[in-house]
């Protein structure tokens, strides 16, 4: 059974910078696309970023592009979702999961990022 923990979520200010870790345990990332994707309060959740299966191919939603960097170092098995010039708007609960569509087998348990002055 695969599990997803997400960490590296927090409060920072616009224009800050975070970086999201997802660890994997109990089966290999790199066997799956691997996506993160956000849910604000009242809103539907989104894809964000997309990684490929094997050669890295990288996908993002176009509100995010030029400032989030999707990346995975399959020798910790982890994901990562280095965001930088942050807005408010990104302000959400972000998730990892094995897929890029909006029904993939495992998802993570979320973390927060709040961005605000």
């Known amino acids: 059974q695969l599990q997803l923990v997400e960490s590296g979520g927090g409060l920072v200010q616009p224009g800050g910078s975070l970086r999201l870790s997802c660890a994997a345990s109990g089966s290999t990332l790199e066997h799956y696309a691997n996506g993160w994707f956000r849910q604000a309060p009242g809103k539907e959740r989104e894809m964000v970023a997309c990684?490929?299966?094997?050669?890295?191919?990288?996908d993002y939603a176009d509100s995010v592009k030029g400032r989030f960097t999707v990346s995975r170092d399959n020798a910790k098995n982890t994901l990562y979702l280095q965001m930088n010039s942050l807005k408010p708007e990104d302000t959400a609960v972000y998730y990892c999961?094995?897929?890029?569509?909006?029904?993939?087998?495992?998802w993570g348990q979320g973390t927060q990022v709040t961005v605000s002055s």
């Open positions: 990684i490929s299966i094997r050669d890295g191919f990288t």
């Open positions: 999961a094995t897929g890029c569509g909006p029904y993939n087998d495992y």
